[in-house]
């Protein structure tokens, strides 16, 4: 049985149509109350995934990223960096335009998931797009809207 306070789960992975496979990821125990955090991947040959969800708390591994898991079904390393980017979204629990914003983050091709009502995992393709969608975001976290940070180490 999982045990909802020490597992992350993803309710609507990214690319859900392409996974056929889930694994967990061992998440820093200092830093967060949740032990793992379960992915969403889709097996390839050579004992090789595609990660198809974008992670919330796991940090280092990035939509579309190939890893390779240990025999007990643990993202062991990645074998092949997709170059996406990950970012996560907290907004202000006060604010309201949560919508407007997700809607001018999809403008510029970001592709998202929702943990909770404020937290988002964000999928930017490369470098250049995620420093485009950082400047957006970091509009909105000067006008005090919500905080951000990057999902690489």
């Known amino acids: 049985m999982i045990n909802d306070r020490e597992w992350v789960t993803h309710v609507s992975p990214a690319w859900r149509e392409r996974s056929n496979y889930i694994a967990n990821f061992d998440l820093d125990a200092d830093q967060l109350p949740f032990k793992r955090e379960q992915l969403w991947l889709r097996k390839l040959p050579d004992a090789k995934f595609e990660l198809c969800c974008i992670p919330f708390f796991a940090k280092g591994i990035h939509l579309a990223d190939i890893v390779s898991l240990t025999s007990e079904g643990v993202v062991e390393a990645i074998v092949t960096p997709s170059g996406h980017?990950?970012?996560?979204?907290?907004?202000?629990?006060?604010?309201?335009?949560?919508?407007?914003?997700v809607r001018d983050l999809e403008a510029t091709g970001v592709?998202?998931?929702?943990?909770?009502?404020?937290l988002y995992s964000l999928?930017?393709?490369?470098?250049?797009?995620?420093?485009?969608?950082?400047?957006?975001?970091?509009?909105?976290?000067?006008?005090?809207?919500?905080?951000?940070?990057t999902g690489w180490n």
């Open 123 to 149: 999928d930017t393709t490369d470098a250049d797009h995620a420093k485009n969608v950082m400047t957006l975001l970091d509009q909105h976290m000067n006008q005090g809207h919500l905080e951000y940070e």
């Open 111 to 118: 592709t998202h998931e929702r943990f909770t009502k404020s």
């Open 85 to 101: 980017w990950t970012l996560r979204l907290l907004f202000r629990s006060d604010f309201t335009q949560r919508d407007e914003v």
